[in-house]
């Protein structure tokens, strides 16, 4: 199911952009993640893309986009990105920092600037899904369009899950 004019921040940020994205509905469960997200879409869970907001030792808030079947390796993101720790936020403080309600948190259109890191190997994936801003709601898009818009910068930090 395709949403026909999209009007969340993120699919308008694309837009004003200049960048190509598909719009894609599916039916959101509490807890589902990318599993969920997946089987709707009917694509594989390796290339739907999880947005986790973290925040190093200072609590300075930060993004990182993640393979739907991976997870991040702290350790290693703590050194590549210079700092002593990095932790997952609260889902409250996440969506302080977003604007966006935790299962629905797009990298895009925050309501803080956030610095964003990306797992390099998503660059491998020809498109990716990724949260528009709203719960159910994804954007499908090229994921080198998607580092160019965001500002990001690419580390090594996936893990199996």
Request: proline share 6%; with cysteine; net charge positive.
């Given at each position: 199911?395709?949403?026909?004019?999209?009007?969340?921040?993120?699919?308008?940020?694309?837009?004003?952009?200049?960048?190509?994205?598909?719009e894609?509905?599916?039916?959101?469960?509490?807890?589902?993640?990318t599993?969920?997200?997946?089987?709707?879409?009917?694509?594989?869970?390796?290339a739907?893309?999880?947005?986790?907001v973290?925040?190093?030792?200072?609590?300075?808030?930060l993004?990182?986009?993640?393979?739907?079947?991976?997870?991040?390796?702290?350790?290693?993101?703590?050194?590549?990105?210079?700092?002593?720790?990095?932790?997952?936020?609260?889902?409250?403080v996440?969506?302080?920092?977003?604007?966006?309600l935790?299962?629905?948190?797009?990298?895009?259109?925050?309501?803080?600037m956030?610095?964003?890191f990306?797992?390099?190997?998503?660059?491998?994936?020809?498109?990716?899904?990724?949260?528009?801003?709203?719960?159910?709601?994804?954007?499908?898009?090229?994921?080198?369009?998607?580092?160019?818009v965001?500002?990001?910068?690419l580390?090594?930090?996936?893990?199996?899950?």
């Amino acid at each position: 199911m395709s949403r026909s004019s999209p009007s969340t921040p993120a699919a308008l940020l694309l837009r004003a952009q200049g960048v190509s994205f598909t719009e894609h509905s599916y039916r959101y469960e509490e807890r589902g993640g990318t599993t969920v997200a997946a089987r709707g879409l009917g694509v594989p869970e390796h290339a739907v893309v999880k947005t986790l907001v973290m925040e190093d030792e200072a609590h300075k808030p930060l993004l990182v986009l993640m393979h739907g079947d991976r997870e991040v390796s702290t350790k290693q993101l703590a050194r590549q990105i210079g700092v002593r720790t990095v932790t997952p936020c609260k889902p409250d403080v996440a969506t302080r920092h977003t604007g966006y309600l935790v299962g629905g948190t797009s990298p895009m259109a925050t309501r803080k600037m956030l610095p964003v890191f990306v797992e390099r190997t998503i660059l491998d994936v020809p498109t990716v899904y990724i949260n528009g801003g709203s719960r159910g709601f994804l954007l499908g898009v090229a994921p080198a369009d998607l580092v160019r818009v965001l500002g990001a910068t690419l580390v090594d930090v996936a893990v199996a899950s």
